[in-house]
């Protein structure tokens, strides 16, 4: 039994003509005659349509070529042309090789010749009357053999016409891109109009053809997919006019009317062939639908005069008029069309677009300036809406591209067969159209020639190409390779833009104002794209001018972020030469450094290197730059060390403007600013020693700039005196002031100034690192001990071996009473006694107080990444402690007695209690105060943080944690324990222990204050009880019996455990 083949010959037909966009049944083919490799068969090869297109099977490759039967290839000539029809071949060999197969119909077949014009030989049929050719095709939808398929089609195409009509918007667009398309000429015109229920639009493109009807009439067989010029490539633009409720469009082609007309084609398109309407719909449970969209009538009128008088208007070639539900709601929504003109800019051909109703009219334009290259204005009404600079680019595809389009089914053919890709950008310019403006989010989208409602890229510019999106022009196919590669070429191109624009004297400050902020996310296949786009432009382009005009790299520059240059404190080598020495990248030359421009931080965003706030701050320090400074760019750089100190909310700068040489001294050299003098009088010392003043040339400037001069005053600068001595020459320098040679000479000078009681706490307080002459080296003073010679309370060299002991070689012009008054005060020492505000560092202190300590601070602080044992430059952070003479030294256990006996005896402790207190940036705390006398104790210290110099956080007392974490209490077992493993020295308590408990050691009974203060036990528990009887028993005398002086003990122990019980 033969075979047969799945679909009609019917179906096979449509196919064909679908894709052809001809009628094999009646249409010509053109072919060149062939032998096959044998020579046994013949076929008319490389067929084209009449008019010269080229056809192809469908799925196949490879030009179309048609079986020639043998009866009638003796006649035939190889490598001429002829002119002939086809039908299908036999079913053997259809089955064999393909469904589609065809043979030329003999009789049909006539000689062209190799070297005719095809034109001649177009038969006269090929130009008849469009007005046949809708008759024609009015019979060819409706000629089906079964009704399912007329409705089959009917509701492909509504889903169609309703899923690319998502807003009234929508469909003028597409009518205005078919306007677009078949205009003939730039500066084109469109003309739309709202007349008695229906929106009509008027060109004078090219009129409708043959070719243009069945595109018209049919679905994806538009007339545009080979013409690279037009915008169309899918075919079914149009059919977005057909999403009107009414279903009724006119077009008028010249003098040929034609109509879409829902209403008459379901009253008369059913075919009589089908058998009764009525019998068929009640058997078939379904209403009849007729594809009214793809089916002309010939028409007369409108019916509607005011509609007539504008298709009949002989100025337009072409004119279409839509019937629409709401005339008032579709004028409204053109109206916010033409609010911004947008949609004018990547038109091909029209410039001009008016819109009328009623008694009104709207005129937008696209204009070009004259003398501006790219440069366009948006008129409406002859007033400026906006201003543009257009750039339109044509970029090669890549052979991999154009392959994965090829492999891609759903790429259209258009693209294909593309070579060149266009591209185009448009920036907003400024009302002067010298500067870009930034697009806002709301207002950037991507463009297909007109606009889309793609605005999830957010884009600072106007983007345009033939994108592929879905039907309704509403989303961009994120996995389809020709939009991937066309983000990645927008990336490129837009570097390249940013090139362009440094040439362009208006722009050339804006030439990256369009770029992008920063790349985009991952995780969107299109945006990655794009920043591969980015990448390449930024590795290839030079588009960054440098100081010298030339263009450079990204990796090539590094940008200037503080305006160093700008200052005039330094030298552009000193800056190469420091950027150099910091950084492994390429090497970077003078012309190549920056100073801040528009948007240059977007730059930053993609990796340009900059010289930052933090390298600045290293700059300044280095020898790059106090090498380099010069007197005359000093005052510049007072002024600019000024900017940074009052815009530092850490105190960062200050602390590097307190601690490094920026200011030039008299000597020539550079200062610390804290440490110099106003050149306003001289001053100098009884051993002739001078201040350190500003240059005079420095201070000429300065005098003049009164914000400067209360700067410096701030950095506590000011006139030459005999405190302004001490405090600058040697409280801060310490290190340097004081030698072999000088040391008994500067000593003096301040013994001088603290006997005429010129001296305040806080010289006192600094003075404690004073470098004094001892029995093994300098000194600071609080880590030295008085001499015997300066009678002091107690010679702690008598009991403490290793002790720096101050040199007698002091007493001489002063008497050792007059020293001691001194020394005492700045904690030499001679007695034990406790000290206020004791200064040390972190890096003197106990290392787990510190932690300890730090954790506490940190808790509930603002800023507590600042509190830490050193700053970020390693220097020490101060610490200021209640302290009480050698404290630390009392865990041996001899010296523990004596501090502990001097202690209590000097100092009677009463408790004023618990207190609040609040502190800037750091937490609120509670601190319990006792008085040693009059001096107030508190469980709280203080520590500096950040950078500022007078910046205080509370810590836990030192007092307190050493007396909760040290043994450092003396007890009657020849040791030391923690406070809280030891019982104080009541009666009671000696009469009850004896030996056998820890009781401190200390000749005075404590009052209970004391016992609060250290933390002494002052009561025992019945286990602690019960563990003296024990150790009691323990201690038997020769015969093995409680021991006569503990008979009695154990009798009061048993009281005392009465009273428990």
Not at 369 to 390: G, P, R, T
Request: hydrophobic letters at 40%; one cysteine or more.
């Amino acid at each position: 039994m033969l075979k047969t083949l799945p679909q009609s010959d019917l179906e096979y037909k449509e196919i064909l003509r679908t894709l052809w966009n001809l009628d094999i049944d009646n249409n010509e083919l053109i072919g060149t005659y062939s032998l096959s490799k044998t020579g046994s068969a013949g076929f008319l090869s490389n067929c084209t349509s009449i008019g010269g297109r080229r056809l192809k099977y469908p799925e196949d490759k490879y030009p179309l070529s048609v079986m020639v039967p043998e009866n009638v290839q003796e006649e035939m000539v190889v490598g001429e042309r002829y002119r002939f029809k086809v039908q299908f071949a036999a079913l053997q060999r259809r089955l064999k090789f393909h469904p589609y197969l065809l043979t030329i119909l003999t009789d049909s077949l006539s000689l062209i010749g190799n070297k005719a014009s095809v034109q001649t030989s177009i038969p006269p049929q090929v130009a008849r009357d469009l007005s046949e050719v809708i008759q024609e095709i009015y019979k060819e939808k409706l000629d089906q053999n079964y009704p399912n398929n007329v409705i089959d089609i009917a509701e492909a195409v509504e889903a169609l016409a309703i899923d690319i009509y998502s807003e009234n918007k929508r469909f003028i667009y597409e009518l205005i891109q078919n306007a677009d398309d078949a205009a003939t000429k730039f500066g084109s015109e469109l003309v739309i109009e709202t007349k008695a229920g229906f929106v009509i639009l008027s060109h004078n493109g090219k009129p409708f053809d043959e070719k243009d009807l069945r595109g018209l009439c049919g679905i994806g067989r538009g007339t545009k997919r080979d013409d690279e010029t037009k915008t169309g490539y899918k075919g079914i633009g149009f059919k977005s006019v057909f999403g009107q409720r009414d279903g009724l469009v006119f077009v008028k082609s010249k003098d040929l009317l034609f109509r879409f007309d829902k209403t008459y084609m379901q009253a008369n398109g059913w075919n009589k062939r089908w058998g009764n309407q009525s019998v068929w719909e009640r058997a078939n449970s379904s209403k009849f639908k007729s594809p009214w969209q793809l089916i002309p009538i010939l028409s007369e009128s409108s019916n509607h005069f005011e509609v007539d008088e504008i298709l009949n208007n002989e100025n337009f070639t072409v004119k279409t008029a839509i019937k629409v539900e709401n005339e008032t709601e579709l004028t409204k929504d053109i109206n916010e069309l033409f609010d911004d003109a947008r949609f004018l800019l990547f038109l091909r051909k029209i410039h001009k677009v008016t819109f009328r109703h009623q008694s009104s009219s709207i005129i937008i334009k696209k204009e070009s300036h004259a003398q501006k290259d790219k440069m366009f204005s948006l008129l409406k009404n002859e007033n400026v809406i906006s201003s543009w600079y257009l750039k339109t680019m044509n970029h090669p595809i890549p052979s991999n591209i154009r392959q994965g389009l090829r492999d891609d089914s759903k790429s259209p053919k258009k693209l294909q067969e593309m070579d060149r890709a266009e591209l185009s950008f448009a920036f907003l310019l400024g009302n002067d159209l010298s500067s870009i403006q930034v697009l806002k989010k709301v207002d950037s989208c991507i463009f297909t020639y007109l606009p889309t409602t793609v605005k999830e890229f957010e884009f600072p510019f106007l983007v345009n190409a033939n994108f592929l999106v879905d039907a309704g022009r509403e989303k961009l196919h994120k996995d389809r390779i020709w939009n991937q590669w066309l983000f990645k070429v927008i990336g490129y191109e837009l570097i390249k833009c940013c090139a362009d624009f440094t040439s362009i004297e208006e722009l050339k400050c804006d030439f990256v104002k369009g770029l992008v902020p920063a790349y985009f996310p991952n995780g969107n296949k299109l945006m990655e794209w794009f920043n591969d786009g980015l990448q390449v432009g930024f590795d290839k382009i030079k588009f960054i001018p440098n100081r010298n005009g030339d263009l450079a790299l990204l990796s090539e520059i590094v940008i200037d972020k503080v305006n160093l240059i700008g200052h005039e404190v330094t030298n552009l080598d000193s800056i190469s030469a420091f950027v150099n020495a910091n950084s492994a990248g390429d090497f970077v030359v003078n012309d190549n450094i920056l100073p801040p421009f528009t948007d240059f931080d977007k730059l930053i965003n993609f990796g340009a290197k900059t010289f930052s706030d933090e390298d600045l701050k290293l700059f300044f320090q280095s020898d790059f730059f106090l090498s380099t400074h010069q007197i005359e760019q000093n005052f510049n750089l007072l002024m600019f060390l000024k900017e940074l100190d009052r815009g530092s909310v850490n105190g960062e700068w200050n602390y590097i403007i307190r601690n490094n040489t920026y200011i030039f001294s008299d000597n020539d050299s550079l200062e610390k600013i804290p440490l110099v003098c106003f050149p306003l009088k001289v001053y100098k010392t009884d051993f002739g020693a001078e201040m350190t003043l500003i240059h005079s040339k420095v201070f000429e400037l300065i005098s003049r700039n009164p914000d400067v001069l209360a700067w410096l005053k701030s950095f506590d600068v000011k006139e030459p005196s005999e405190i302004a001595y001490l405090e600058k020459e040697i409280i801060g320098k310490f290190d340097t002031a004081i030698n072999e040679e000088n040391f008994i000479e500067v000593t003096e000078f301040i013994l001088k100034m603290h006997l005429a009681k010129k001296l305040l706490k806080n010289h006192y307080d600094q003075l404690q690192d004073l470098p004094l002459k001892t029995n093994n080296k300098f000194c600071k003073a609080k880590d030295s001990f008085l001499h015997k010679d300066y009678n002091p309370t107690i010679n702690f060299s008598e009991y403490l071996s290793g002790l720096n002991v101050l040199s007698e070689i002091y007493i001489g012009n002063y008497n050792a009473n007059e020293w001691k008054s001194f020394l005492s005060l700045i904690n030499v020492g001679d007695d034990i006694r406790l000290i206020e505000n004791y200064h040390l560092s972190t890096l003197d202190i106990n290392t787990k107080y510190l932690n300890d300590a730090l954790v506490f601070a940190k808790t509930g602080h603002t800023y507590p990444h600042l509190i830490n044992k050193t700053n970020p430059y390693g220097t020490a952070i101060p610490v200021f402690i209640n302290y009480f003479t050698f404290f630390t030294k009392i865990t041996h256990f001899s010296y523990s007695e004596i501090f502990w006996n001097r202690i209590v005896n000097i100092y009677s402790v009463s408790i004023v209690g618990s207190q609040a207190v609040t502190q800037n940036y750091g937490a609120d705390r509670k601190q319990f105060v006792y008085k040693l006398n009059s001096v107030k104790i508190s469980s709280l210290d203080s520590m500096g943080w950040g950078y500022y110099p007078n910046n205080r956080t509370y810590i836990p007392s030192y007092i307190f944690w050493q007396l909760k974490n040290v043994a450092c209490i003396p007890t009657n077992q020849g040791n030391c324990r923690l406070a809280d493993e030891v019982y104080t020295n009541s009666e009671r308590i000696k009469s009850l222990g004896g030996k056998y408990l820890p009781i401190v050691q200390i000749e005075k009974e404590l009052s209970k204050e004391w016992v609060q203060l250290i933390g002494l036990k002052s009561k025992l528990s019945l286990t602690e009880y019960l563990e003296l009887l024990t150790s009691i028993c323990h201690d038997t005398n020769k015969n093995n019996e409680v021991k006569y002086d503990n008979i009695e003990r154990i009798g009061l122990i048993y009281n005392e455990l009465i009273d428990i019980v």
